[in-house]
């Protein structure tokens, strides 16, 4: 059973910092790419940012400038540090593992950012 867990959320004022985490185990092959996305009420979720095993990245514009996406690959572990928040950022966000096995795709629970203005 792979499991995806996510921590780092929380309450920040704009401007502010917060760091993501999400740790893979569980039986699981060689993963391609961990990406973050986020849902924001009434909205559709959407890729915050992604990132290959070859460490290729790719952010949403939204996003540029701001947001860094970083993995460490012996821990399985990906990253999203956020910096200069703004409110419009709120929302739960989720880590996902795409694997090269069939391309199996995997979601974390969620976790809560909100900007507060």
């Known amino acids: 059973q792979v499991q995806l867990v996510e921590s780092g959320g929380g309450l920040v004022q704009a401007g502010g910092s917060l760091r993501l985490s999400c740790a893979v185990s569980g039986s699981i092959f060689s993963i391609n790419t961990m990406g973050w996305y986020r849902q924001a009420p009434g909205k559709q979720r959407e890729l915050v940012a992604g990132i290959t095993s070859f460490s290729s990245t790719n952010y949403a514009d939204s996003v540029k400038g701001r947001f860094t996406i970083s993995r460490d690959t012996a821990k399985n572990t990906v990253y999203l540090q956020m910096n200069s928040l703004k409110p419009e950022d709120t929302a739960v966000y989720y880590c996902?593992?795409?694997?090269?096995?069939?391309?199996?795709?995997?979601w974390g629970q969620g976790t809560q950012v909100t900007v507060s203005s």
């Open positions: 996902n593992v795409v694997t090269y096995y069939r391309s199996q795709n995997y």
